[in-house]
């Protein structure tokens, strides 16, 4: 149950840093600090609000995925890329190494990673290749149509 | 001599990610599902390194003045963190915060612009546990290196969200391990 809530809320955060980010123009740093401010506090002064595990990992993964909504949006270009690298990025979180465990960073590897290894997925990364693949798409769509009505006359006539 | 520091640095960040992957590896090689999904990582993180534009191709480094913001950022989180007890998630985003509103004393000043990155960046090596971190000193030492890696990252992965992180992470990986390796020698 806990692994599914760390992917949803990796996920949810990285979202909505990169759109304080991208759409509210509030800088990549003022985005991702104050989101985790925002959970730091929240579990700071409520201790005891949720169960002790969840007290303790939230405002972690909370923190490591606004890293992700940090990215510009010319290297991860759509909001499905920002999702499959909080997804990435939660299931990361919750296998991580007790080697590593307390070193300042860490957080951020792991959100590196996940960004990284989304970026390898073309569609995800780059606009001008999914505004090409779009295009070639409606191009297919209009040309069979084009087609059809063509035939469609003929047999007519 | 640009391309060795370049290429250098390229090849410690992507050891150091897989590292920390073949870390979790070890930990959890009982699991058929976990072991295919690091190796899909593994190479998916190198075809990225590889193929994809990561990296200008001019070799530019951060000015020292903007560098030398890293330890004071790292200082302020290791206080808020360790001395009052707030907490690594609070420490950070305290200072990260408080780092993000500097470029609005003087809005033209292209210098301010560029500190909340490097404040934010000295921030995570700041929520280093005091297991790991054992007094200022390694949080003083682990950020010079990290302030070292931020100036000549200055054209590697840029825009690329956790990579001030990963620059934390090197930093403090490489004080822990110097500090091992001389108090074991």
């Known amino acids: 149950m806990i692994n599914y809530i760390i992917l949803v809320l990796s996920a949810?955060?990285?979202?909505?840093?990169?759109?304080?980010?991208v759409r509210f123009k509030q800088g990549p740093v003022r985005a991702s600090a104050l989101l985790a401010l925002v959970a730091g506090l929240i579990f700071h002064f409520f201790p005891t609000w949720l169960?002790?595990?969840?007290?303790?990992?939230?405002p972690l993964v909370v923190i490591g995925a606004s890293f992700i909504g940090m990215v510009s949006s010319d290297r991860l270009a759509n909001i499905l890329g920002i999702i499959i690298a909080g997804l990435l990025f939660g299931l990361i979180y919750a296998h991580t190494s007790r080697y590593f465990d307390g070193y300042g960073g860490a957080l951020g590897t792991a959100a590196c990673i996940a960004v990284l290894v989304?970026?390898?997925?073309p569609h995800l990364s780059s606009k001008r290749k999914l505004t090409v693949g779009i295009l070639q798409l409606r191009r297919m769509l209009f040309n069979s149509k084009r087609k059809t009505n063509y035939r469609r006359r003929n047999q007519g006539m | 001599m640009k391309n060795?520091?370049?290429?250098?640095?390229?090849?410690?960040?992507?050891?150091?990610?897989?590292?920390?992957?073949?870390?979790?590896?070890?930990?959890?090689?009982?699991?058929?599902?976990?072991?295919i999904t690091l190796l899909?990582?593994?190479?998916?993180l190198l075809y990225t390194y590889m193929k994809v534009q990561l990296h200008e191709e001019h070799q530019e480094y951060e000015s020292l003045k903007v560098a030398l913001w890293v330890p004071i950022g790292a200082?302020?989180?290791?206080?808020?963190?360790?001395?009052?007890?707030?907490g690594p998630v609070l420490a950070a985003a305290l200072v990260g915060t408080i780092a993000s509103f500097l470029p609005n004393l003087r809005p033209r000043s292209v210098y301010l612009q560029k500190l909340?990155?490097?404040?934010?960046?000295?921030?995570?090596v700041g929520m280093s546990s005091p297991k790991i971190a054992a007094g200022p000193g390694f949080i003083l030492a682990a950020s010079m290196f990290t302030a070292i890696f931020l100036i000549v990252s200055k054209s590697i992965m840029q825009g690329v969200g956790g990579k001030l992180g990963t620059l934390a992470f090197l930093g403090v990986t490489i004080t822990y391990f110097l500090l091992y390796f001389f108090d074991g020698a």
């Open chain 2, 4 to 35: 060795g520091v370049h290429y250098s640095i390229i090849v410690l960040l992507f050891f150091i990610q897989a590292l920390f992957l073949y870390s979790i590896f070890r930990e959890n090689n009982r699991s058929y599902m976990v072991s």
């Open chain 2, 40 to 44: 899909s990582l593994t190479i998916l």
């Open chain 1, 12 to 21: 949810s955060t990285a979202v909505f840093t990169h759109l304080l980010h």
């Open chain 1, 51 to 58: 169960s002790a595990d969840l007290s303790k990992h939230i």
């Open chain 2, 116 to 124: 909340p990155v490097a404040i934010y960046c000295g921030a995570f």
């Open chain 2, 75 to 86: 200082i302020c989180s290791y206080y808020l963190n360790q001395v009052l007890q707030l």
């Open chain 1, 118 to 121: 989304c970026m390898a997925i």
